[in-house]
DNA sequence: TTTCATAGAATGAATATTCATTCTTGTTTA
DNA sequence: TAAACAAGAATGAATATTCATTCTATGAAA
């Protein structure tokens, strides 16, 4: 088995721990024993905890971000480009109940803050296609008039939330249901 | 010092060093010292550490429907009572950071799965407002034609999204915002 | 009024457990 | 053989809960 197999089985491991029971209901031991390798080998790839649990976000968040990104249809009016993001979270999110649940348990931990910090303060460095709807949306007029992490509380809460009731079978999001949202996830920004 | 005093100490302790620090960051240890009270004498008040964790949450739930209830425009048009409680959602965990924070950090956690659980399925029991609005609306066809689940999405998750934006600094709620964001909100669902 | 007895409220040191991290020893690879 | 890798036992710190003991308030007895 090659170092990163090693390294991957522990991400994944520690992933589906994580989302499953928590942060805290997933102790090394058992994310080692679950990767099948013993409990000092995942020091020897992470150097605590901490590093690992913001390592898993970010392998997931990187997949996440590329999978928006592909057949995005820049150029396109605002409303196109909102429709292609909110009915991609909400696809690939119903299909990835896990990493549904470890983003959930790690933007509600003192991790997410910071890293939602840090997204909503440098407007320099990375380019968010979100981001660049917002001030698309403003320079044409085609969105309310609001700060921008307002603009993403109205476009984007409801959608996680019916993504997490999907999981929690409180509703079921099929392709119409999928549409019915985003549409009112517009309905709320647009003017 | 009466009976209920001292209970009052270790929940109102207990509250904000779970809102301040999240539930492993507080020890029960710390819990007493700032109650003033000794370790062991929280138990005489609550069985175990879940049982004084859902309490609280009992104790400002009660709180704060009796909030939203008051000056309730009972036989109002739907949009008036929707107004009525999402501005009612921000003043009051405007005002009241902490109880917000215990909020959040109770609902991301196990024990607020369970909680929504009941409330969701639960028709019978509780007579809730919001589930009130629900059927109104439905009845009257000034919202859209859409589950319960997703009608509280679409309504309420922008508000609290908003209101810890504004508690972690990201935006400045002040009435003419508050308005705009309740307003967007009823424009996702109203039909 | 003063003294004593009692109930039960309160305490906090002691206990038992859990868990992240380190250390020691053995194994594989180069 | 030397160097890197892996395993899992050992360590020590943290922490929820318990329980033997102390304290306090009330009221009866002297």
Redesign the interface.
Known sequence: MSKTDKRNDILNAAMTLFAEQ?F?GAPMAQISERAGVGAGTIYRYFKNRDVLIMEIHTTLFDKFTNHLKERYPHGRPVRECFFHIGKGIIDYFIKQPLEFRYN??FH???YG?EV??NK?TNTTGEHDIVLELYEKGMEYQVI?P??M??F???A???I???VR?HH?G??KIDNA?SE??VS??W???RI
Chains 1, 2 share one sequence.
């Open positions: 928590g805290h959930e348990q509600h931990s003192p803050l939602r910090r909503l309310k609001i700060p992490a307002l993403f509380d109205l984007i809460a409801p996680f939330w019916a009731d929690q409180f509703i249901l019915t949202i009112s996830c309905d709320s920004i």
